[in-house]
C-alpha cells in the first residue's frame, strides 16, 4: 500500500510514544521478576507485541490494556512451546536468546522477513561459555539454545551490536553463579545505560569498568509494582526535525535526562541553528536558517534517517559518521537512504565510514521503504520543503516502532493522503 505526503507547513503538540526499546526491556524485566509487575505508558508496536508473545510462550501470564500491561511469571518460566516468535525484531532475538538460555528445555527463536537475515552469529561463543548449547542458521535464525545458564566467564564481541550484551545482562543476574563478562569493541553504549538503568529500577545491580569488564552477581531478584515507559527520543526525532525543517513543533513526554542514545537529536539540532526551548518534559523546536553539520551517529545510528533530511534543508554540505553501523538494519539503511533520497533529487555520498548530504530542495516523487520503518519516515519527512508529493511504497512497516506516526505527523499539519 501507498501513502502520499505533500508539501507541508508544520504547526503543533504533539505527545512523543512510548519507547520501544525501554518497552522490550521492560517486557524481559517483568518477565524475569518473581512478583507481578504493572508497566504502564505501554507501547503496542510490532515489537512491543511480538515481546509480549515471546514472554507468554515461556510462560507468563499477561494481562494487557489501553493503558496498561500486567505481567506474571509465578514459580519461574515454564515453556508452554518450543518456538519463540521475535517477528522482525533484532533486539527481541538477541535479548531473549539469553534469557530463554535459563531454562532447561531446548529452545528456538525465530522470525520473519529481514530478520532471518541479521547476524545472531555472536551469541555463540559467549553462551556456550555459560555453559548453554547453541546453534544458528549459518550465523542467521532460528536460534536455538539449551540451558541452563550457569554463570561464569565469558567473552562477547560487540561490534555489530550492543543488543546480545543487554541479553546477557539482563538474564545472568538469575543464573545460579556469578558471572564476569569481557566486551569488545561495544558500540551503542547508551543502550547499555538503557539496560543497567532499568535493571536498576527492577532492583537488580551490574558492575562494569568502562564498558570492557562487567559483574553480575547470579540469584539475584527482579521485582517492581509498576514501571512506566517512557517516551521514545527515536521516534520523536522525526517529529523535532519535522519543526526544525517546517515551522514549529512541541513534542511532550520526553524526558531530558533519558539515557536513551537518540537524545543527541537535541545536539544536532543545536548545531545546525535550530531554535529550541525544553521545559519540563517538553520540547519545542522552531524553524530558522539552518546551517551544515557534522555528527557522529556511530552510538545512535538510528538517527541516519531523520538527519539526512535535516541535512538536505541545510545550508552547505553536512557529514554524518557511523555508517559501518547501517548495515544490518531493517534493510542495508545506509545505501537506502542514498537510493530513495536520490530519486527523491537528493545528493549523497557514502565514503567508507562518512555520509555527505549536500543541500538540496527535493523534487518529490516515489520511493520504496524497504521494509524500513525509519526510511518510511523519513520519506514523510522529505516531503515537507519538497517540490511534490512523495509517494512512500510499504508504508505500513511504521508499525514495527511507531504505529500512528502518520496519524501524529498529519496532526501537526503533514499533508497526509492514503492511495
Not at 517529529?239 to 513543533?249: K, P, W
Not at 559501518?324 to 555520498?349: D, M, Y
Request: charged share 25%; hydrophobic share 40%.
Amino acid at each position: 500500500m501507498k501513502k502520499s505526503v505533500g508539501p507541508s507547513m508544520i504547526k503543533g503538540t504533539i505527545k512523543a510514544p512510548a519507547s520501544k526499546s525501554m518497552m522490550q526491556r521492560a517486557i524481559a524485566a517483568a518477565l524475569l521478576a518473581e512478583t507481578p509487575t504493572r508497566l504502564l505508558n505501554p507501547t503496542y508496536s510490532d515489537d512491543s507485541r511480538a515481546a509480549l508473545s515471546v514472554i507468554r510462550r515461556l510462560g507468563a501470564t499477561v494481562e494487557a490494556k489501553e493503558h496498561e500491561i500486567r505481567v506474571h511469571c509465578q514459580g519461574g518460566m515454564k515453556p508452554t512451546g518450543e518456538i519463540l516468535h521475535c517477528g522482525e525484531s533484532g533486539l527481541g532475538i538477541r535479548m531473549f536468546s539469553s534469557i530463554a538460555a535459563l531454562c532447561r528445555e531446548e529452545l528456538t527463536l525465530t522470525g520473519k522477513g529481514s530478520l532471518l537475515k541479521r547476524p545472531v552469529s555472536m551469541i555463540e561463543q559467549p553462551l556456550n561459555e555459560l555453559g548453554v548449547e547453541v546453534t544458528t542458521s549459518s550465523g542467521c535464525p532460528p536460534l536455538t539454545v539449551k540451558g541452563p545458564l550457569k554463570g561464569g566467564t565469558a567473552h562477547v564481541d560487540g561490534s555489530v551490536s550492543s543488543q546480545v550484551l543487554t541479553g546477557l545482562l539482563m538474564a545472568l543476574p538469575r543464573a545460579p553463579g556469578d558471572s564476569r563478562l569481557y566486551v569488545k569493541n561495544l558500540k551503542s553504549t547508551p543502550y547499555i545505560d538503557m539496560t543497567i538503568a532499568l535493571m536498576k529500577a527492577f532492583g537488580v545491580e551490574v558492575q562494569h569498568t568502562n564498558y570492557e569488564t562487567f559483574f553480575i552477581r547470579g540469584r539475584q531478584t527482579y521485582s517492581i509494582e509498576e514501571y512506566e515507559v517512557e517516551g521514545d527520543w527515536s521516534g520523536a526525532s522525526f517529529l523535532l526535525v519535522a519543526g526544525a525543517v517546517g515551522g514549529s513543533v512541541t513534542v511532550t513526554n520526553l524526558d531530558i535526562n533519558s539515557r536513551q542514545a537518540d537524545r543527541r537529536i537535541i545536539d544536532a539540532l543545536k548545531v545546525v541553528g535550530a531554535g529550541i526551548k525544553m521545559t519540563g518534559n517538553a520540547v519545542e523546536v522552531v524553524k530558522s536558517e539552518l546551517r551544515a553539520f557534522q555528527f557522529d551517529a556511530t552510538h545512535c545510528p538510528d538517527l541516519f534517517p531523520p538527519l539526512v533530511v535535516l541535512a538536505c534543508n541545510c545550508k552547505g554540505t553536512s557529514l554524518i559518521r557511523g555508517v559501518e553501523r547501517l548495515i544490518h538494519k531493517e534493510s542495508n539503511r545506509a545505501t537506502a537512504l542514498q537510493k530513495e533520497f536520490t530519486a527523491l533529487g537528493g545528493v549523497i555520498r557514502i565514503s567508507g565510514n562518512q555520509m555527505e548530504i549536500d543541500e538540496k530542495k527535493l523534487k518529490g516523487g516515489t520511493i520504496d521503504s524497504h521494509n524500513d520503518h525509519r526510511i518510511a519516515m523519513a520519506g514523510a519527512l522529505a516531503a515537507i520543503n519538497a517540490e511534490s508529493e512523495v509517494i512512500i511504497r510499504d508504508y505500513e512497516c511504521v508499525a514495527k516502532s511507531y504505529p500512528d506516526f502518520f496519524e501524529d505527523f498529519r496532526a501537526i499539519g503533514g499533508e497526509v493522503n492514503e492511495l
